[in-house]
């Protein structure tokens, strides 16, 4: 399965950057445009592992509950 990588802009709009078949490879080219961000850029870069494209970006538009933190009820 191959790593690709995403821009994550607001409103959880996505734009694949670029696709590898190594995570070592994904993962600096992630660093490498996360290096050029600047200050008024308004998304981030992501990794991830997905069958394909489509599984990607269902996965990047996926809502993920936040963990419970110490002392709080369940």
Aim: net charge negative; charged share 35%.
């Amino acid at each position: 399965m191959p790593y690709f990588v995403y821009e994550i802009h607001p409103m959880r709009i996505v734009k694949k950057a670029a696709e590898f078949d190594k995570f070592k490879d994904a993962s600096a080219h992630a660093k490498e445009l996360r290096g050029k961000l600047t200050s008024t850029d308004s998304y981030s870069i992501k990794v991830i592992f997905a069958e394909n494209e489509l599984h990607a970006e269902e996965m990047l538009g996926e809502v993920r509950e936040k963990p419970p933190t110490t002392g709080e009820d369940y």
